[in-house]
């Protein structure tokens, strides 16, 4: 979350915002007007990123990083350094998240890599093909016979949908996914490079010494 190259730039937000979102306590209340710009890891944070600790093999990071704030859990609050502002409750891991996905939150529905809204002129589409509207497929990709796709749906780039597969609403279908004989529901994440329902890694010898 540190590089802003790959995330948009969440809204600058107060540690006691922070706090309130999180039900966590500050534990110096008059730090509540620092300025948060963002979430970084121990090693990579700076005075205006908040960071989290909830593991001792991480300690040595902990007492050399520069966050600005850190939200841990009351059992480690004394070992945050006295220049980074603590931000305590239990269950640290699922509140750090719950940041991430208020701040995030486009980056939780992978949209379309080259910014279409619709079909791309080198996709390939058989004639056949049933695809709602509001579906977005990415170049090269490659959608065969009777294949149903429904509304909200993104096709990434050479993904190939084999003969026969449905994909129901609001899906992602990463970049050079395969899928064949297979029924994918709603709201389903399929990462790139993916293959489904094609053969699995057992097989039966049938040599010349096979019974």
Known sequence: MAQPTFFKTPPSSTLADIAALTDAQLADPSRGGLEIRGLASLDEAGPRHLTFFDNLKYADQLALTMAGACLVSERF?????SHV????????????????????????????????????????????????????????????????????????????????????????????????????????????????????????FSGPTAT
């Open 85 to 204: 502002a603590v931000v305590a409750r239990g269950a640290t891991v699922p509140r750090f998240v719950k940041i991430a996905r208020e701040w995030h939150g486009d980056a939780l529905r992978p949209q379309s890599w080259f910014g279409n809204d619709g079909i791309a002129p080198s996709a390939i589409i058989d004639p056949t093909a049933h695809l709602e509207d509001g579906v977005i497929v990415d170049p090269l990709a490659v959608i065969g016979p009777n294949v149903e796709i429904g509304t909200g749906t993104v096709i990434g780039a050479a993904a190939v949908i084999g003969a026969g597969v449905k994909i129901g609403r609001d899906c992602n279908v990463g970049a050079h996914c395969a899928i064949q004989a297979a029924l994918i529901g709603n709201n389903v994440l399929i990462h790139t490079g993916c293959s489904i329902g094609q053969d699995g890694y057992g097989f039966v």
């Open 77 to 81: 609050q004394a070992r945050v350094p």
